[in-house]
């Protein structure tokens, strides 16, 4: 995977450094093919204490630090220059981390320092999941936010890669729990490992242990109450979950993951009022999370017109059909022009008697399926209802070339003719 990592950073990057802790592949090969530097070193069981060799060889005014299984979009490195000032006192910038899951296609949200400035004392610690900031906090470096995103694959991992990942750093972190069992974030991260592996009661049980140590800012206390009700839900403690939801959203308002959790304990309980705002609440905050970043770390990123589309069919299923209509129109400008949107917008529209509307869309699906008779159909008798008896007639007659004699429609256009006077036309179809 370094290739495609490095490749992402070498337009913007004046100097590539490559840590090789033991590889046996092509991975110095790769890295040599792109002009990095490499330096080598023994692997220890420790994260930190590779990631603090590799930046002593950084010669830059600003370190950017990835892993192989990640990539800069090219979208973001405009943002990031914008950020490459000169400055006089240690800065360090969260980065916002888009998370590919293993089915391929959705993303959650996180986030992480991976930006800062050079030999400023500024040092990773933790064997695993190892972070800058405690070292930021000792010599008062400024924390600062930003929209640079970061594309991370690891979790995309299936089979046997995700086995070897998984084993390897879940002996990694009991042993940090076993030296020092009353830290918090050793708990927490140990529960994130049980969580992938879908091994829930060992995770709620490190996850509640985390929250009664007590220890973490109120941006990670939200998190880490996120990740609990979550796994409660999959648990289907669904009454324990909510208390730790709300208490979420009063630490942090500004999130989208609570709001999703909501959802998620209305569903199950069959309350879709509830879940209808909960979703909605959800859309309003993950536009102003892609305009201003986020604020906790469980954050996810809902696809736009998978969110809409539910949202829609939860109103559509409510019969509450101008809120369904709005919904399926925007699935619409977002670019989803399936059958299966088209058809319940069509309907929504027949609801609401919306008949210019309804006539739009059931000309979209026989652009999208071919001429179909049941919209033919549907098209003649808006028609009638409009008294656009020319256009209905022009319409049944093409029906009635596609199924010809058929008893139903032979009796629409005699009817047709007689409203418009013409009683031998009439009598001829009726015949």
Not at 79 to 99: Q, S, T
Not at 151 to 173: A, E, P, V, W
Not at 298 to 309: N, P, Q, Y
């Amino acid at each position: 995977m370094l290739g495609a990592c490095l490749e992402s950073v070498a337009a913007i990057a004046d100097q590539l450094v490559v840590l090789d802790t033991g590889s046996t592949d092509r991975t110095v090969e790769i890295a040599e093919s792109f002009a990095a530097e490499i330096h080598y070193f023994d692997w220890c069981e420790d994260f930190s204490a590779a990631r603090n060799e590799s930046i002593k060889y950084a010669t830059g005014d600003w370190i950017l630090w990835l892993d192989a299984d990640e990539r800069l979009p090219e979208t973001s490195i405009p943002a990031l220059k914008k950020l490459l000032k000169v400055e006089f006192k240690p800065v360090i910038y969260r980065l916002r981390i888009k998370n590919l899951q293993e089915d391929g296609i959705n993303f959650t949200l996180s986030d992480a320092h991976r930006l800062f400035t050079n030999h400023r004392g500024l040092r990773f610690s933790g064997r695993i999941h190892e972070q800058i900031s405690p070292s930021a906090k000792k010599i008062a470096a400024s924390e600062r936010t930003c929209l640079v995103m970061l594309d991370h694959l690891g979790y995309s991992f299936s089979g046997i890669d995700k086995t070897r990942k998984q084993d390897r750093n879940r002996k990694m972190l009991e042993n940090e729990l076993l030296k020092n069992p009353a830290n918090a974030y050793n708990h927490y991260t140990l529960a994130h490992n049980y969580k992938l592996d879908n091994k829930l009661d060992a995770a709620a049980k490190h996850y509640l242990k985390a929250l009664e140590l007590d220890q973490f800012e109120s941006a990670m206390q939200a998190s880490l109450m996120n990740s609990y009700a979550d796994t409660l839900l999959d648990l289907g403690r669904l009454a324990e979950a909510l208390p730790f939801i709300e208490r979420s959203l009063d630490l942090h308002k500004n999130q989208n993951a609570a709001y999703f959790l909501k959802y998620r304990v209305a569903e199950l309980e069959h309350r879709s009022q509830d879940a209808i705002q909960a979703l909605e609440d959800l859309a309003l905050r993950q536009e102003q999370i892609q305009k201003q970043g986020t604020s906790i770390s469980t954050d996810i990123e809902a696809d736009h017109i998978v969110l809409r589309k539910t949202i829609a069919d939860l109103y559509f299923a409510q019969k509450q059909w101008p809120q369904a209509a709005k919904n399926y129109q925007l699935c619409l400008d977002a670019g989803d022009k399936s059958e299966l949107v088209l058809k319940s917008y069509f309907k929504s529209l027949e609801q609401l008697e919306d008949w210019p509307g309804a006539l739009d869309v059931l000309g979209k699906l026989i652009q999208l399926t071919g001429e179909s008779p049941l919209y033919l159909n549907a098209i003649g008798t808006i028609l009638l209802r409009m008294k656009e008896y020319q256009a209905a007639l022009q319409t049944y007659l093409r029906l009635n070339h596609l199924q010809p004699r058929e008893v139903t429609t032979c009796r629409k256009i005699a009817s047709i003719y007689a409203k418009m006077g013409n009683v031998d036309k009439a009598q001829e179809w009726l015949t």
